[in-house]
């Protein structure tokens, strides 16, 4: 039975009585919920030093990655090259100049009136290929076949134009409008001498493979075909399909396109010719941005566990107040063998022999700090930084710093690794924990009922006393009275 006042029949504090009872009780429950906040705080704090070891992992990682130490940077000295360098170029420079640019053949047709007017019946035969530059116009047609784009009766320019661009054969049409009616308009998809075009305006019906029976020029559909040895009344040539034309250091080469491909792992796009401003030098050179980009952002990574660890095995001697792993062996094991790691010397034999050679040094705090200007001049000889980072020393060598670095932070975060471990343990000390508050809660919830039921048991016994000590006193006193 709850008891919901003090003692009525006795006159006792029972409420208070029980209360301090079951506090007594709760001491043991109290000290377990301490303890849980605790073990939370510390599997939050390895959680955070999970990710970001994970995360200095990734640095180290592409601080051994082949790829970020061989890019490769393209430099010009004038703005009409331009390029790219792949890591199978090498370090080289050499002298360009552009006599011609690369240009797809455009012509056009003569004006259309009135607009909107159908062109004529036949079949427009387009063909790619190359058209001689010298002597009498031939055309030497390309490997790719010849597509044939049917035209109706009724077809207007702006439909022919449609069906073209529709074909895919390897040309655009376009409809220009102006007073004068409507002119056609074609172009080659691709620049290059061998991207030239041909247009044969061929009567119904043609087979794909055959010759057909050619529209004479200037009438019906015959207005819409190019062919420079018999042009009058056909589209007219506006521009001729040419190839770049170029030197390198004095050697002619020619490009389909706008792009030179001579040299090994090098792309230069030529933006517009030399006539006027003499040759461009280009320089092909390592990249260093993305290995300086890695350098900073593994001391960024590094600085992030670094403070980490700092803060959380502080003691705090004004206060005396520590951090959350303060004292934790695991902790302080952590931030000791990191520090030797990365303050240790490089592979044996190598140019660069700590990261301090590279202008990262430690600071009081226990942190790194990159001096930009000596890390620049490091990076000059960008193969000794490299080894430094990603030397492979094998069974006999040592490894290069962002090799161990890697290797150290896999073996901490796997399954049986330190971290892992750490954190487990601490899991399974947090389920212990629980249950241990649950069989707590549970015994002080059964005490509270019993001490709950002592006491109401005795006010009851004390309150009949109560009313028996009553009720002698009254007749006591009714006796005394009778005997006055």
Partial sequence: MAISSAGIGSGLDVKSIVSQLVALEQKPLSQLQTKASSITAKLSAYGQLQSQMANLQDMASKLATASNWDAMSVSSSNAAISGTATTAAAVTAFSVEVSQMARAQMAGSAPLAPAGSPVGAGTLRIELGAWSTSGPATFTKGSGAAVNVSVGATDTLSQIADKINAAGAGVTATVLKDDAGERLLMRSSATGEASAFRVQALAEPVAPATEGVAITNGTGLGRLAFDPANATGGLALTQSALNTKATINGVAVSSQSNTLEAIAGVKLTVLKTTTDTGPVEVSIKRDTAAAKTSINNFVSSFNAISNALAEMTKYDAATKTGGTLQGDSTALGLQAALRRMVGGSGPAGTAVGRLSDLGVEFQKDGSLKVDATKLDAALAKPDDVRTFFMADGGTNGSDGLALRLKDFAAGLLNSSGTLSTRSSA???????????????????????????????????????????????????????????
């Fill in 426 to 484: 601490l899991k399974s000390e947090s389920d212990r924990n629980t249950k241990e508050q649950e069989r707590v809660s549970d015994r002080i919830s059964r005490t509270k009922a019993r001490i709950e039921a002592q006491y109401s048991r005795l006010d009851a016994s004390m309150g009949k006393l109560t009313e028996l000590s009553s009720y002698v006193n009254q007749q006591v006193t009714q006796w005394n009275n009778t005997k006055g």
